[in-house]
């Protein structure tokens, strides 16, 4: 059974922190990472992906991906208000089949 | 990255009667899935459909109770038969992207059954 481990939260940070979100997968065969953000009544829409160890930044955003570990992580600088949202990890491996977590409520108050 | 229409947005259907969903990509992609999401919860598969073959299904659903459809690379339906309250829920399709794209979703369908 492949599973994908989140924190479920919430996690509360001030406005200008920085936000972390983390994740651990159990399939070592995982090839393919991503964080999804979902805003509550919408569909989930795609943030980040990761294919290899170390870090990926794409703006605010910043991937860190430790397959020894089997651990992915999220994080997001200068936080804001509208960053509010569920975080989903997902994992996918050569069945290109992803699994979610259960993901990681995010809240950025004022 | 695609970008799929599916349809319909919400639906109150009344317990015994079948919806179909439908999923419109505006490129070929092999491989879509479909998912159930209550609200506040995690996506759930429900299935994963290749063009050509019958789809696989996840455990705790079956063909009967969902049956899926993927004439081609482009659409897809997803239909809840034989309703009852327990179905109500999000329902949402997938695709994968090319490359780096990751899985695209659908806008999903709120399903209730009364």
């Known amino acids: 059974q492949k599973e994908v481990e989140q924190n479920s939260g919430p996690l509360s940070v001030p406005e200008g922190a920085i936000a972390s979100l983390n994740c651990t997968y159990s399939d070592r065969g995982s090839q393919s990472f991503f964080w999804y953000r979902q805003y509550s009544g919408k569909s989930p829409e795609l943030i980040m992906s990761i294919y290899s160890n170390g870090d990926k930044e794409d703006g605010r955003f910043t991937a860190q991906l430790n397959k020894a570990s089997q651990y992915v992580s999220l994080l997001i600088r200068d936080s804001q208000p509208s960053d509010s949202a569920t975080y989903l990890c997902?994992?996918?491996?050569?069945?290109?089949?992803?699994?979610f977590g259960r993901g990681t409520s995010l809240i950025v108050h004022p | 990255s695609a970008v799929i229409s599916q349809k319909p947005s919400r639906d109150i259907c009344q317990r015994g009667t079948s919806l179909t969903i439908q999923c419109q990509v505006d490129?070929?992609?092999?491989?879509m899935f479909w998912y159930r999401q209550q609200p506040g919860q995690s996506l759930t598969l429900i299935a994963t459909?290749?063009?050509?073959?019958?789809?696989?299904?996840e455990s705790g659903f079956v063909i009967d109770k969902f049956p899926i459809s993927r004439p081609n690379l482009t659409f897809s339906t997803l239909t809840v038969s034989n309703m009852s309250p327990e179905d109500s829920s999000i329902y949402l399709c997938?695709?994968?992207?090319?490359?780096?794209?990751?899985?695209?979703f659908g806008s999903g369908t709120r399903l209730t059954v009364v």
């Open positions: 490129s070929q992609v092999t491989m």
């Open positions: 459909a290749n063009q050509g073959s019958e789809a696989t299904y």
């Open positions: 997902a994992v996918s491996g050569g069945s290109y089949i992803p699994t």
């Open positions: 997938s695709v994968l992207g090319q490359g780096a794209q990751g899985y695209t």
